[in-house]
């Protein structure tokens, strides 16, 4: 339910407007149809269900193109920009009268091997959900269509952490890792991705991570009211 939830809210960001402004972030396409590529395209999906089912758009399409506005925002709550902390907005919303905040940022460089293989955006992203008692849940939406079984992982502050799927999702495999693993983002510079998509295309987005710190004190401070 939460992964729906999330790029509902994404795309609620994009329709206001928001991240454009902060030039840090753009909206996570909205879910539609099931996941075709324009070869030599990357695949573009849409995750539009709980669990392993996933969804998506006919073509892929380069990084710098925008996502398309979505009308409605998951229980009407549209989010809020409480917050510009480097390349990371933090921000809150109320979806069906549930608080959640989160920070989200997109690359600050990415490839591909073979080079140049247009894709949809990537996010890193950090939510936390009172109702759910999740704190500071990391994910990245890696805007494309993942290899079934292949190995994704995260590098941060000298330390490497498996990641699993779900369509164009990662999140951690080991929960009892992700304090770990936030607490190293707070304090480096920079985080990589590493995935490799269902057509075999490898991947690399590198994410700042200036700022981080003070978004997620910040969406820690919002989701305590």
């Known amino acids: ?40 395209k990357e695949p ?4 539009a269900a709980p669990a392993a089912n996933t969804t998506g758009k006919t073509a892929a399409k380069p990084e710098s193109k925008p996502a398309a506005p979505h009308a409605a925002v998951a229980g009407g709550a549209e989010p809020t920009l409480i917050g510009q902390f480097g390349t990371w907005g933090a921000y809150s919303a109320a979806p069906n009268g549930k608080k959640v905040c989160f920070a ?33 849940e990391v994910s990245v939406m890696i805007g ?14 000298g330390a490497a952490f498996a990641m699993y799927s ?16 936030v607490e190293a983002m707070r304090k480096s510079a920079d985080l990589v991705v590493k995935g ?11 994410f700042s991570l200036k700022g981080l710190a003070q978004a997620l004190d910040r969406i820690s401070q919002d989701c305590r009211r």
């Open 104 to 136: 989200l940022a997109k690359p600050s460089s990415s490839k591909t091997n073979p080079p140049n293989r247009p894709r949809d955006p990537a996010y890193a992203f950090v939510s936390t959900r009172p109702a759910e008692k999740v704190n500071n």
């Open 166 to 181: 779900q369509g164009d999702g990662l999140w951690i495999k080991n929960a009892a890792e992700e304090e770990r693993m």
């Open 144 to 157: 494309y269509a993942l290899k079934p079984g292949s190995e994704s992982s995260v590098e941060v502050g």
């Open 1 to 40: 339910m939460w992964r729906v939830l999330i790029l509902a809210l994404m795309t609620g960001v994009a329709a206001c407007g928001i991240i454009d402004s902060a030039r840090a972030q753009t909206a996570q396409p909205a879910p539609k149809a099931a996941p075709k590529e324009a070869a030599p």
């Open 196 to 206: 490799i998509s269902s057509k075999g295309t490898e991947t690399t987005d590198t």
């Open 44 to 47: 573009a999906p849409k995750p």
